[in-house]
């Protein structure tokens, strides 16, 4: 019974300086947090546009909850679907200009489903290796021959497409990469796949309501159609404020997924509630472009510091800005400094990123103030220069 020795396992853990643990978040989500009953500048939430705690998102679930209850009580192809379910795949449609869309749980189960429906074992599937968990998951869960190629590396993709003699091929990556912040080569995705005659699938969980003139994300951005894009997934859980995810397709894909992903079959749906909450979260997103302006500018802003400071910085233009430490030690002192300080921000170790690319996980919201970002950026300087 050595193997189920926890104890051991656990102390080995700790000692990689690798051991997680939670942060008990007393009340909502927002440029500050309370923990334990002091606040914190939150640097760590993917909330871009600060609708998590928005009053017309809130009064929507409320609303919805007096009308519908608040559990959906089955699954979606039983008797879980409700007119809410109904009015944002419909909306969700409209705003991605595609066919369809079709509701998940959360965004893990929506990449899960849509891989392991659609390919299997004679088929090839080709990722980024910078892939989210999910993505890298689902391939596994399909048993396809999986191609993984360096990150952003079209020619390493062409040249692996090439050698593939299978007759369905799948291409699949995040449209934002949520640990560099840094955006697929899309346009290039499009046009190999279009050549190699590849199914082309993108995760745009962290493009979804910050990119594009509406926040229809990155293909908003590229002005990339249903048929250049056959598969997009996003989630409600960042930008949106809310929790869930969607795949939006044509209307045949997204019948295929109602008949084979099992995520989707053999679960219980969202709560009514929570859909007309992100219905609200929804039309907030498009009808108050103020949010990404004023996001874009924070950005900027700590671009611009980060720079004069001569941190080591990634290159994304997006709310996630990497700063690379370089060792689980030197992520570790410093995000316990910053929390000293009362700022929340999210050290990410070896193996969610690769050795010597340790990193403080800075994010923004469009709710942050340019103080906010200044007393960041000074207390950056103190810890990493001390």
Same mark, same amino acid.
């Given at each position: 019974?050595?193997?189920?020795?926890f104890?051991?396992?656990?102390?080995?853990?700790?000692?990689q300086?690798l051991?997680r643990?939670?942060?008990?978040?007393q009340?909502?989500?927002?440029?500050q947090?309370?923990?334990e009953g002091a606040?914190?500048?939150?640097?760590?939430?993917?909330?871009?546009?600060?609708?998590?705690n928005?009053?017309?998102v809130i009064?929507?679930f409320?609303?919805a909850?007096?009308q519908?209850g608040v559990?959906?009580?089955?699954a979606?192809?039983?008797?879980?679907h409700?007119?809410?379910h109904?009015?944002?795949?419909?909306?969700?449609?409209?705003f991605?200009g595609?066919d369809?869309?079709l509701?998940?749980?959360?965004?893990y189960?929506?990449n899960?489903?849509v891989?392991?429906?659609?390919?299997?074992?004679?088929?090839?599937?080709f990722?980024?290796?910078?892939?989210?968990?999910?993505?890298?998951? $689902?391939?596994q869960?399909s @048993?396809? !021959?999986?191609?993984?190629?360096?990150?952003?590396?079209?020619m390493?993709? #062409? *040249?692996?497409?090439?050698?593939?003699?299978?007759e369905?091929?799948?291409?699949?990556s995040d449209?934002?990469?949520?640990?560099d912040?840094?955006?697929?080569e899309?346009?290039?995705?499009v046009?190999?796949?279009?050549q190699?005659n590849?199914?082309?699938?993108i995760d745009?969980?962290h $493009?979804i309501?910050?990119? @594009?003139? !509406?926040?229809?994300g990155?293909?908003?951005?590229?002005?990339l159609s249903? #048929? *250049?894009v056959?598969?997009?997934?996003?989630?409600?859980?960042?930008a949106?404020?809310?929790?869930?995810a969607?795949?939006?397709g044509?209307?045949d894909l997204i019948?295929?997924?109602?008949?084979?992903?099992?995520?989707?079959?053999?679960?219980?749906?969202?709560?009514?509630?929570?859909?007309a909450?992100?219905r609200?979260?929804? !039309?907030?997103c498009?009808?108050e472009?103020?949010?990404?302006e004023?996001?874009a500018?924070?950005?900027?802003q700590?671009r611009?510091g980060?720079?004069?400071?001569?941190?080591?910085?990634?290159?994304?233009?997006?709310?996630i800005?990497p700063?690379?430490?370089?060792?689980?030690?030197a992520?570790?002192?410093v995000?316990e400094?910053l929390?000293d300080a009362?700022?929340?921000?999210?050290?990410?170790r070896?193996?969610t990123?690769p050795?010597?690319?340790?990193?403080l996980r800075?994010?923004?919201s469009s709710t942050?103030?340019?103080?906010?970002?200044?007393?960041l950026?000074s207390?950056?300087?103190?810890?990493?220069?001390?």
């Amino acid at each position: 019974m050595d193997g189920w020795d926890f104890s051991t396992q656990l102390d080995e853990i700790k000692q990689q300086q690798l051991y997680r643990s939670h942060q008990l978040i007393q009340g909502p989500q927002g440029a500050q947090v309370d923990i334990e009953g002091a606040l914190y500048d939150n640097f760590s939430s993917n909330d871009y546009l600060g609708l998590a705690n928005h009053p017309e998102v809130i009064a929507a679930f409320k609303c919805a909850a007096d009308q519908y209850g608040v559990g959906s009580g089955s699954a979606h192809l039983i008797c879980g679907h409700s007119y809410e379910h109904a009015a944002l795949e419909e909306e969700l449609a409209a705003f991605t200009g595609r066919d369809r869309v079709l509701l998940f749980s959360t965004g893990y189960m929506a990449n899960l489903g849509v891989i392991s429906a659609l390919i299997n074992k004679k088929d090839d599937l080709f990722q980024d290796k910078l892939n989210h968990a999910s993505l890298i998951d $689902g391939g596994q869960l399909s @048993g396809a !021959r999986f191609r993984r190629y360096p990150h952003n590396n079209m020619m390493r993709l #062409q *040249q692996l497409l090439t050698q593939s003699t299978a007759e369905k091929k799948l291409i699949v990556s995040d449209g934002i990469f949520s640990m560099d912040g840094d955006a697929a080569e899309l346009v290039s995705l499009v046009n190999i796949a279009k050549q190699s005659n590849a199914m082309l699938m993108i995760d745009d969980a962290h $493009g979804i309501g910050v990119l @594009g003139k !509406r926040g229809g994300g990155l293909l908003e951005q590229l002005e990339l159609s249903q #048929q *250049q894009v056959p598969i997009l997934m996003a989630t409600f859980g960042k930008a949106l404020g809310t929790a869930g995810a969607f795949v939006a397709g044509s209307h045949d894909l997204i019948e295929m997924l109602i008949q084979r992903s099992r995520s989707y079959i053999y679960t219980t749906a969202m709560p009514a509630a929570l859909m007309a909450a992100t219905r609200a979260s929804l !039309r907030l997103c498009q009808q108050e472009p103020w949010r990404r302006e004023k996001l874009a500018s924070l950005i900027a802003q700590f671009r611009q510091g980060a720079e004069q400071l001569g941190l080591n910085l990634m290159p994304s233009d997006t709310p996630i800005q990497p700063v690379v430490l370089g060792s689980n030690q030197a992520v570790m002192s410093v995000s316990e400094q910053l929390r000293d300080a009362h700022i929340l921000v999210g050290a990410i170790r070896h193996p969610t990123v690769p050795k010597r690319t340790e990193r403080l996980r800075i994010t923004l919201s469009s709710t942050h103030t340019e103080s906010q970002v200044n007393k960041l950026l000074s207390v950056l300087e103190k810890a990493i220069y001390a």
